[in-house]
Antibody, heavy 121, light 108 residues
C-alpha cells in the first residue's frame, strides 16, 4: 500500500526557510522509475507543482521558483525533503508530496494528505 | 508561461451527465490528467493519459481529448461526485507543468 506523509512546521515567519519532509511507504524512493514531487495549493486556489526528484537523483524545479527551492532525498529513511527559502505570506498554503509516474508529462498518482503552512509574523 | 483553461463551475442534476472541459495549446501533443478534490481532502487521480481510468475509479468517469481540448465526462453524476476538478498537463517544451484553474461541480 502506497502512502506518503508530509511533516514540517505549521507556521513560519517571513524571510525564514521552510523545510518539509515527505515520509514514504509502499515503495522505495531509490527504486528504478520512482519519483516524488512536491505540490502546493494556496487556500481556495489551484494546485501548483514545485519540484520533483527521481530515483537516480535527477531533480526538476518550477521555473518560477527554482531559485528558492531545493529537493533532496534520504534513501536510508525513504524520505524526500523540500526546502523553500525566503518565505513570504503569498507562500501560505497546503503543501503536498506525491508519487510521480513517468509520462508525457509525468503525473501524480498517489498524494499525501498535505500539511498546511502559514507564513506570518 | 502556460495556461490550462477550465470553466469555473458546472452544475447538473443527479443522474445527468456532467462534462468539464480543459483547453490548452499543447494538448494535441501532451496528455491531460484529471484530479478530483473534495473539500478538505487531497486531490485524487481520476483520469490519466487523456482517457485511462485508475483502479478503483468508477466507470462513470471517462476522459477524451481532441485538438486543444480535453474533456472529463461523468455519466450519471451522483451526489458524491460534488468536488473541484482540476486538469493537469504541460507545455510543448515540458518546462511548465501546470494545473487548470479548477471547475466546481455541483450535483443537485
Amino acid at each position: 500500500q502506497v502512502t506518503l506523509r508530509e511533516s514540517g512546521p505549521a507556521l513560519v515567519k517571513p524571510t525564514q526557510t521552510l523545510t518539509l519532509t515527505c515520509t514514504v511507504s509502499g515503495f522505495s524512493v531509490s527504486a528504478h522509475g520512482m519519483c516524488v514531487s512536491w505540490i502546493r495549493q494556496p487556500p481556495g486556489k489551484a494546485p501548483e507543482w514545485l519540484a520533483r526528484i527521481d530515483w537516480d537523483d535527477d531533480k526538476h524545479y518550477s521555473t518560477s521558483l527554482k531559485t528558492r527551492l531545493t529537493i533532496s532525498k534520504d534513501t536510508s529513511k525513504n524520505q524526500v525533503v523540500l526546502t523553500v527559502t525566503n518565505m513570504d505570506p503569498v507562500d501560505t498554503g497546503t503543501y503536498y508530496c506525491a508519487r510521480t509516474t513517468v509520462g508525457i508529462p509525468a503525473y501524480f498518482d498517489f498524494w499525501g494528505q498535505g500539511t498546511l503552512v502559514t507564513v506570518s509574523s | 508561461s502556460y495556461e490550462l483553461t477550465q470553466p469555473p463551475s458546472v452544475s447538473v442534476s443527479p443522474g445527468q451527465t456532467a462534462r468539464i472541459t480543459c483547453s490548452g495549446d499543447a494538448l494535441p501533443k501532451k496528455f491531460a490528467y484529471w484530479y478530483q478534490q473534495k473539500s478538505g481532502q487531497a486531490p485524487v487521480l481520476v483520469i490519466y493519459e487523456d482517457s485511462k481510468r485508475p483502479s478503483g475509479i468508477p466507470e462513470r468517469f471517462s476522459g477524451s481529448s481532441s485538438g486543444t481540448m480535453a474533456t472529463l465526462t461523468i455519466s450519471g453524476a451522483q451526489l458524491e461526485d460534488e468536488a473541484d476538478y482540476y486538469c493537469y498537463s504541460t507545455d510543448n517544451s515540458g518546462d511548465h507543468r501546470v494545473f487548470g484553474g479548477g471547475t466546481k461541480l455541483t450535483v443537485l
